[in-house]
């Protein structure tokens, strides 16, 4: 009896091709925490071994992701409409959105390929401090593309021995992802450390939204 | 703070030594022959998919092995539990041994998995 869900959609991708292929991505962009990575790998071992047609497999499964990155989006875009005042208006959470405005476009790039990981909270930040969708929509379809043609270009120049190279990204990325976090922490420490810490003044940015004098209300109506 | 310096060190030493480990084995399967690796098998494969891969007639494995004929989703895990319920393992082993007595009679292109 296979153990892992994963093997299960291998199989599925097998038997069924592209269609299951899109499926996982769509649920994975969403937020489901699947080995998205990994099938991805996997898929262009696939396509190596004439298991999945390319030209069906690879627009789909792009689209898929896409949409699926936007629905989360579109998600904490609805949660942050319904955050109470006490958190969105904290200094934390405009400091955040002040510099989620300034490297957002960073941020969601990054995290379709090297902080994979992470893809799904920077997703809900997006949405709910008000990032433009179509910025995000653009970094992150110009993500995905760097993400598939990485991932699914090592599975296809491994064919067959793909686990072996899937291992070591998967393990690679938690490392990439443990120095992230080891260095927000160290950065933080560091501020601290000085003391210098700022709070907002009077007449300078207070966040993305009040920098664009965006209401959620205007913002929900045409982008989700 | 201090709860993410302690999660990121974690994080970087068990990821870390996973990286150091899967790096030699990926290391170790490059000196590896790239024919013959039926170590590569796994329960997920189906049998269309080891034909495809390993070149060896899917009929050929089915006699082979005493397989009935299996479902377009049935991979050999699935196979498994139908024939033979307690012994985890068994369809796996005897398509490897399979592969490698037809790849010992068959020794022309081509050379192995792809």
Redesign the interface.
Known sequence: MIENLSEYFLTWIIAYGSPVLAAIMLVSGIGLPLPASVIVIAAGAFIRLGMVEAPTAIPLAFLAVVAGDSLSYCIGRWLGDRLPEKFTGSDAWISAEDVFYRRGGLAIFLTRSVLSSLAVPTNLIAGSSGYRFRVFLFFDALGEALWFALYGGLGYAFGSQWEVISDFLSDFGGLIAGLAVLFVGGYFAIRWWKGSIKKPQEGKLVGFRAHNKINSQDVTDQEC | ????????????????L??F???T??RM?ERMP?ST?VE?I?????I??IS??YRVPAEYLAQACELPPPE??E?L?DIN?KIAPNQ?GYVVECIKDAIKTFQQSHPTPPAG??
Do not use: C, E
């Not at chain 2, 703070?1 to 870390?16: N, R």
């Not at chain 2, 796994?42 to 189906?46: F, I, K, L, S, Y």
């Open positions: 703070m201090l709860l993410l310096i302690a999660a990121g060190l974690a994080l970087v030493i068990f990821f870390g996973r990286t480990h899967a790096f084995r990926m399967m790239l690796d590569l796994r329960g997920w494969m189906t269309p998919y495809d891969s377009k989703h991979n895990a539990q985890k998995p792809q």
